[in-house]
């Protein structure tokens, strides 16, 4: 029932989506309508999907289904929620490494950084790591070039995968 989830909401514990697809999914039908489906991702991630995405979402649904059924569903949140968490951790990570909080890391800071997570490499590696990771050349890490070397260091052909 929708007091459930306010429930869950007041003990800031996160409803399931099983619970949120039943809430939301009115009369039973087994599925979610358009409206349904933005609700339910409200509940879920307390923000209100843009038409794009809903329309993303609901142009995959089978014309024999009358909207997006529960395996679909927890799919679609399971995706979302991994999203959001890879995100997460990826701030938390990147604050930590900004130590004087100016939202973006300075070849000092990188270099001090790099030292305490992989003092085994070579000096020379540092300056190297940094102009990679420095995307556009400003000389600043902004956020938005940590998190794509983030991404990309995850690639065996990156020099940070083995940092």
């Given at each position: 029932s929708l007091g459930d989830i306010k429930a869950c909401s007041a003990q800031r514990a996160e409803p399931s989506p099983r619970l949120v697809f039943e809430v939301c999914d009115d009369d039973n039908k087994g599925y979610l309508s358009r409206e349904?489906?933005?609700?339910?991702?409200?509940?879920?991630f307390s923000?209100?999907?843009s038409k794009v995405e809903?329309?993303?979402v609901m142009s995959s649904v089978k014309p024999e289904?009358?909207?997006?059924?529960?395996?679909?569903?927890l799919d679609l949140m399971s995706a979302r929620k991994a999203a959001q968490l890879y995100n997460s951790e990826t701030w938390q990570i990147f604050t930590a490494f900004d130590v004087q909080s100016r939202g973006f890391l300075t070849f000092e800071d990188f270099k001090k950084?790099?030292?305490s997570v992989s003092s085994k490499l070579p000096e020379s590696v540092i300056p190297e790591a940094f102009r990679e990771v420095d995307q556009d050349s400003d000389g600043c890490i902004s956020f938005k070039d940590f998190e794509s070397a983030m991404k990309y260091g995850q690639d065996e052909g990156s020099l940070l995968y083995f940092a």
């Amino acid at each position: 029932s929708l007091g459930d989830i306010k429930a869950c909401s007041a003990q800031r514990a996160e409803p399931s989506p099983r619970l949120v697809f039943e809430v939301c999914d009115d009369d039973n039908k087994g599925y979610l309508s358009r409206e349904e489906f933005k609700v339910a991702v409200v509940l879920l991630f307390s923000y209100k999907p843009s038409k794009v995405e809903v329309d993303a979402v609901m142009s995959s649904v089978k014309p024999e289904n009358s909207g997006i059924l529960f395996e679909k569903f927890l799919d679609l949140m399971s995706a979302r929620k991994a999203a959001q968490l890879y995100n997460s951790e990826t701030w938390q990570i990147f604050t930590a490494f900004d130590v004087q909080s100016r939202g973006f890391l300075t070849f000092e800071d990188f270099k001090k950084t790099f030292n305490s997570v992989s003092s085994k490499l070579p000096e020379s590696v540092i300056p190297e790591a940094f102009r990679e990771v420095d995307q556009d050349s400003d000389g600043c890490i902004s956020f938005k070039d940590f998190e794509s070397a983030m991404k990309y260091g995850q690639d065996e052909g990156s020099l940070l995968y083995f940092a």
